[in-house]
Structures are given as structure tokens and as C-alpha cells.
């Protein structure tokens, strides 16, 4: 969650963008743009594990409950 946080923190403090940016200042920004989405690609993937682990041990749960 904390890559997350920074990744916000970072947008925030950005100051509007330039009417015209510079090819250099535009190669960055995409750079930090395929970053970003690369983090957030990274922290979907880490949520849906998340999810599916937690529906394994609510079913082995259940499935111990049964057996009692």
C-alpha cells in the first residue's frame, strides 16, 4: 500500500502541466506515467492473491466446521 501512497504523493506535488512541454520533460513524465502503471498493475495482482487466499482459508474453515 505504501508504493501507492508514494505513487499519489507524487502526482499530487506535480504542478500543472506546461502549455508546451519539452521532449525531455515529456520522455520523463511518460517514463514515470509506465512506472505508475506499472506499480498498479503490480498491486492488483498482489489484491486479487490476497482475496483468493482469504477464500481458501474461509473454506478450509468451513470445511473443518463440517467436520465436527
Known amino acids: 500500500m505504501s508504493r501507492l501512497r508514494r505513487a499519489l504523493s507524487r502526482l499530487a506535488g506535480r504542478r500543472s502541466r506546461p502549455t508546451s512541454p519539452s521532449t525531455p520533460e515529456l520522455a520523463r513524465v511518460e517514463r514515470e506515467l509506465a512506472e505508475l502503471r506499472s506499480e498498479l498493475d503490480e498491486l492488483r495482482t498482489e489484491t486479487r492473491r490476497a482475496a483468493e487466499l482469504y477464500d481458501l482459508v474461509f ?10
Open 59 to 68: 473454506e478450509r474453515l468451513r470445511g473443518d466446521e463440517a467436520v465436527r
